[in-house]
């Protein structure tokens, strides 16, 4: 079987640990280090807030399937091929939903079984380049298992999150955000490279009194691909091209 096969493959609802050598928030390999990886390092010290821990359906990196089917299921020209990169994550996530289930927070003892016990709803964040509602929400709503959907609760702030860079202002709450405070929220992301929007939009909820028990992202971008090395190790902007 070869390694890219591998890495496409829903991968186990793992909670990591600190020491294991994966970062305890994003679960990314943080080789030798006994804490943070390098962007959650960076993305804690800008938004001066704990971190949303991180589960991930799948890891991908440049080109392969994964890749492929992230950028397809909202990029691709024609529709009907739109309409099979969706179907074919959802199928994905339909599987990784009701495997193991969705397991948060090791060290606060927060989870979640398979139907999804411990959010009550699903936040998706908004694209930054893209009006409406985010793409990802076509996937969930192919995914019941997973949860109902909220209302789009955040617009894009005026200092709009990018690789390695975010505040607390990356997104704003809309005035909708009535409707979900005080809920337990899962935020769902279709991407996530080095965190910089995923977070942002947790810390911009949790400021606005709604509880983040999460984020799921269908996609991690894998270290020690292309580009993604050079984001995650050592802060360059070698994933800007990644999906977005
Ligand atoms: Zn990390």
Known sequence: MSTTTT???PRSARTPTVGDGRC???????PGARGLCYCCRVLV????????????MAEFGAGDPMHRWLRG??????????????VRLARMLRAFT????????GRSGAHSGPTGATWDILITVPSTTRPGAPPVGGVLTLVPELGPVGPLVLIPGPEPADHLRVCRES??????????????ALVVDDTY??????QSASAALRLSGVEVVGILVLGLWRSGTV??????????????????
């Open 7 to 9: 890495h496409n493959r």
């Open 24 to 30: 305890p928030v994003c679960a990314s390999p943080a």
């Open 45 to 56: 010290a800008q938004l001066r807030l704990p971190l949303s821990p991180v589960v991930s």
């Open 73 to 86: 299921y909202k990029d691709a020209p024609l529709p009907e091929a739109r309409r099979a990169c969706i």
């Open 98 to 105: 009701t495997g193991e289930g969705i397991h948060f927070g």
């Open 171 to 184: 997104f704003l709450p809309a005035a909708s955000v009535e409707a979900v405070r005080g809920r337990r």
């Open 193 to 198: 490279v080095t965190g910089a929007r995923a």
């Open 227 to 244: 580009g993604g090395s050079e984001v995650r190790s050592e802060g360059g902007q070698g994933g800007s091209s990644v999906v977005r």
